[in-house]
């Protein structure tokens, strides 16, 4: 049996990681995520990501076209489920829509700050306004759209103006995004109870008056 | 009359930039604030923020020690005067607390998406979780105490139990440094309205039912 340390040929992966399951794409995905969020987005390399993924710097290029692919396909992660849930909640118009946008909210708020790491701080990099964000950008503007549409649909949310509704979607989106922040100073609250008492302070914001767990 | 344009001995700054009136510490400031927000922080080196304020490198050591030291004070900025106001606003017990709190969130949203440069979008650089930012944080700690404390002498607020206050002051405060991401989404709205509505749903999510410019 070979002990050489030199150059690996002919294999796509180097297994200095213990495998975890996990395929090639995803591994270098959370070790960007980690990176990114630690030692900020500037300060990695592409290669640092590689060798965290346990891979050569080449072998990341097979996967991704650089570091700014790595990032806009974890910024698409933090909004394209809540984007799914949020048309499959729209369509499903036997529920009370009071109801709808308090599960999307909920979720939301899971998503954002229940991954490993805390994507959503890498929103406001500045990096996020070039082109490649585009599809990140759009996956967002869907999903608040969506906000919209449920909050129309709630009594309190029929009742408002056109203007007053678009200031009330962006009221509750700016909730929604902006505890992240609220739950980085405070980890240690279940996330859970925090997803409902978050989704229940954006129904106060349009201006249901919340009673049990659907205000 | 000399043309020479070597190394100018015994000035402390340069002339490069016609004199804007502020201090050299002030337009260092707004330098690094101008770069650490469009190029990003770790891409903005001592010497980029020293030229672009005009001044050399060794000038700006005069006035701060280090990238994290303007960091540090760019970040305490958006914290210090908010504080300032919220502990006169606490001492002001003749007016009717959900007014304070009112005022207080309007003042707040203001000054965190009024200025030149988007600074709240600092606060979620890893590197904000060193020592030098310490500071920035126990101010920022101690504005959600005061944030918490009228919130507790408002009537909805004082009817919670402590758990839940602790709860809606946070998601408050979320709101709040969210909306910087709304804010600058849509550039345009105008500031004084937008920072009047998101006071109104903070004082929503605390119980209180809207009414006047004083909910």
Redesign the interface.
């Known amino acids: 049996m070979s002990t050489t340390t030199g150059r690996r040929v002919g294999r796509p992966r180097a297994t200095q990681r213990p495998d975890s399951g996990m395929s090639a794409r995803d591994e270098l995905l959370l070790a960007a995520a980690e990176l990114f ?7 990695t390399t592409t290669r640092l990501v590689a060798e965290s993924a346990g891979m050569r710097q080449a072998t990341m290029y097979h996967y991704f076209s650089g570091k700014e692919d790595l990032l806009a396909e974890l910024l698409e992660s933090t909004v394209a489920p809540s984007l799914t849930l949020a048309l499959r909640l729209l369509a499903d118009d036997a529920r009370p829509a009071e109801e709808r946008l308090w599960e999307l909210c909920r979720a939301d708020v899971e998503l954002l700050c229940g991954g490993r790491h ?1 994507l ?8 996020v306004r070039g082109e490649r964000f585009t599809s990140f950008h759009r996956v967002r503007a869907d999903l608040k759209a969506a906000y919209g549409k449920l909050l129309a649909a709630t009594a309190a949310g029929g009742a408002l103006d056109r203007g007053e509704r678009v ?2 979607t ?2 509750v ?10 739950h980085r ?2 980890p240690a609250r279940p996330l859970g109870a ?1 997803a409902g ?2 989704a229940d ?1 954006a129904l ?2 349009v ?1 249901c008056s919340p009673t049990g767990p659907c205000p």
Chains 1, 2 share one sequence.
Not at 120 to 127: I, S, T, V
Not at 173 to 182: M, S, T
């Open positions: 969020t630690t030692s900020g987005y500037a300060a805390n959503g701080a890498l929103y406001l990099l500045p990096e200031l009330r962006d009221l989106f700016g909730l929604i995004e902006g505890v992240i922040l609220v100073s405070d925090f008492a978050t302070a106060r914001i201006g």
